[in-house]
């Protein structure tokens, strides 16, 4: 049975598996069960699904909080979020003991997501919707200073995504790829931002995530790293087949919603170069931090 790491390792290319240390162990001395190369079968469906439960949970908790469930209760979001992260919690735990197999990427960037830019987001669409149109400049002080804790928070998670994805860089864009879709549903939805159906949304966009992640693992690896960027368009056309409107900014909000498109843009290009950060990380960088902190 290969292990997923060492899948994964072989997967992106490495001709030498990498221990936990970072010492280099040759082909020659391990043994060719454990580094041949990857199928592409139900092994790797498998995968698939494990890689993207997280997101799948997340959006099912998160539809469920909005009532698109009938059979399912409807819990309040704050208590579901806390299950969710404690849950992810104890994924990333077990993810670290086994050296971040690249089918734990997801859920492991999936917590600084629920935890930081979920929240600062919602808020700042709710800020949006009371003071769209009032004409006063001090009203976009708390816009501004929820616009830097999103900007922190994104700073955040792409720490985080490339410091797991070095692991197997390819799939690292995926870990990224629920800002650019929550980003996009709350400038679609904002004004009026009704709790439920921002929750439906955010759930539907989610579910749009674990689709792709599980899409990426089955695809071939040279098309792995387009996957989300196919994802994010598949998001916009879904805004054009549901005829959603660009929502109407008035007043002194004008300015500060330019820069919320900044963010999505700025986000799309990171889900885009994400492969090719995480990869650097992985051959150059990280063995520089290593001896740095050695």
Do not use: K
Not at 120 to 126: L, S, T
Not at 161 to 172: C, E, M, N, Q, T
Request: proline share 10%.
């Amino acid at each position: 049975m290969v292990t997923a790491r060492r899948e994964i390792v072989s997967d992106e290319e490495t001709p030498a598996w990498r221990g936990r240390d970072g010492e280099a162990v040759g082909a020659a001395a391990v043994a060719p069960e454990t580094w041949r190369n990857p199928t592409f079968g139900m092994e790797y469906w498998r995968l698939g699904l494990a890689a993207a439960l997280p997101s799948f949970l997340a959006a099912l908790a998160l539809l469920a909080c909005a009532g698109f469930l009938p059979l399912l209760p409807r819990p309040p979001v704050g208590v579901m979020l806390g299950v969710l992260l404690t849950l992810l919690a104890l994924g990333a735990v077990a993810a670290h003991a086994t050296d971040y197999p690249a089918w734990t990427h997801p859920g492991v960037a999936l917590i600084p997501t629920l935890a930081l830019f979920l929240p600062f987001a919602v808020v700042r669409g709710q800020i949006v919707t009371r003071v769209n149109g009032d004409p006063d400049l001090p009203v976009v002080v708390p816009l501004a200073i929820t616009w830097l804790l999103l900007l922190a928070a994104t700073v955040t998670i792409v720490a985080v995504a490339l410091a797991v994805g070095r692991h197997a860089p390819s799939f690292s864009g995926l870990a990224l790829l629920p800002l650019p879709l929550v980003q996009a549903w709350l400038l679609i939805l904002a004004p009026p931002f009704h709790e439920r159906v921002v929750t439906g949304a955010l759930g539907s966009a989610l579910a749009l995530v674990a689709f792709a992640t599980f899409a990426a693992w089955v695809a071939p690896t040279r098309l792995r790293p387009y996957v989300p960027l196919a994802a994010i368009a598949a998001q916009f056309g879904i805004f054009w087949l549901q005829r959603f409107p660009w929502p109407t900014f008035n007043g002194a909000l004008r300015p500060v919603i330019a820069l919320d498109v900044a963010l999505l843009v700025g986000l799309v290009g990171v889900v885009g170069i994400a492969p090719f950060l995480s990869s650097w990380a992985r051959h150059s960088a990280w063995p520089t931090i290593r001896q740095f902190f050695d």
